[in-house]
């Protein structure tokens, strides 16, 4: 893996890239990284998980059900109603040194030209080029959000409401990606007031809701897994493991 290059006029002197045409460089990614901000419309359109990632939790969406295949994205195109702003910011990325955040082009993403004749990142007066500032701007705004998301999982991990998606679930789904997370609604449930207070006051407590509310959005998975095969065979029918009589899928958060 090659070291991520620095985006300043200084580091990316003489170095040019040519911007993603299309959505294609994220086929293979099952999961794409989401921020708290995006959970009202991405909840509603697919299901979403924490998964650890060394020692920190991660928000994604569930975009697949084996790695390697994104069911969102055909032919470079996205199939779904809400697109999840990591795509429109790749190959570029935030590091955090200490209090600061350093913006990173991912150069082992293919799109950097090694004989110049991409585009500049900066102009000749130093500045962005227009498709190099637009994504720094929304990496901003998210970075932000990011921040944020990461002391919400924080709270919830402290909580030890997390739990791993039902074994139930993927049985039925067929799904061959391991540690996908959810919220454990008895535990949120049964916490007392001072730590349910800690999960308001982090913010944490409307991605709680939100991650067990997107798994019947696994339904649409199933229904893309036909229309855009990889490998893997959707199930038939998915209606028995959401039926009315489940209580293991009912979640009452008010209780």
Same mark, same amino acid.
């Given at each position: 893996? *090659?070291? !991520?290059?620095?985006?300043? !006029? ?9 911007? /993603? ?8 990614? @099952? ?6 901000? =995006? ?12 998964? #650890?990632?060394? +020692?920190?939790? +991660? ?7 084996? %790695? ?14 809400? +697109? ?6 790749? /190959? ?11 913006? %990173? ?14 585009? /500049? ?16 701007? @929304? ?10 998301? &990461? ?6 991990? #402290?909580?030890?409401?997390? %739990?791993?998606? !039902?074994?139930?679930? *993927? ?42 509310? *997107?798994? /019947? ?11 855009? !095969?990889?490998? &893997? ?6 209606? =028995? ?15």
């Amino acid at each position: 893996m *090659s070291t !991520p290059l620095v985006l300043s !006029p200084k580091e990316c002197q003489g170095k040019t890239w040519h911007p /993603p045409v299309d959505l294609a460089f994220a086929t293979h990614q @099952a999961l794409l990284p989401l921020h708290a901000g =995006e959970l009202a419309k991405a909840a509603a359109t697919m299901p979403i998980a924490l998964v #650890k990632e060394g +020692r920190e939790w +991660r928000l994604v969406g569930v975009c697949g059900l084996e %790695t390697g295949h994104n069911l969102f994205i055909k032919k470079g195109k996205w199939l779904g109603n809400y +697109r999840p702003a990591w795509l429109s910011t790749w /190959p570029f990325a935030v590091v955090a040194v200490g209090e600061k955040g350093i913006v %990173t082009f991912d150069r082992d993403s293919g799109l950097e030209d090694p004989h110049g004749a991409g585009e /500049p990142f900066f102009d000749n007066a130093g500045q962005m080029r227009e498709a190099v500032a637009t994504r720094v701007e @929304a990496l901003k705004t998210h970075h932000r959000k990011h921040q944020a998301t &990461h002391k919400a999982l924080k709270a919830l991990a #402290k909580a030890k409401v997390i %739990t791993p998606w !039902p074994e139930a679930l *993927s049985s039925q789904l067929g799904l061959a990606i391991d540690g996908l997370h959810m919220i454990d609604e008895r535990a949120l449930s049964q916490l007392d007031d001072e730590a349910f207070l800690a999960l308001r006051k982090s913010q944490a407590l409307p991605i709680a809701y939100a991650l067990n509310l *997107s798994i /019947p959005q696994t339904h649409l998975l199933a229904r893309l897994a036909r229309l855009n !095969p990889a490998s &893997h065979a959707a199930p038939d029918n998915l209606d =028995e493991l959401f039926g009315e009589g489940d209580d293991e899928f009912v979640f009452n958060f008010d209780s």
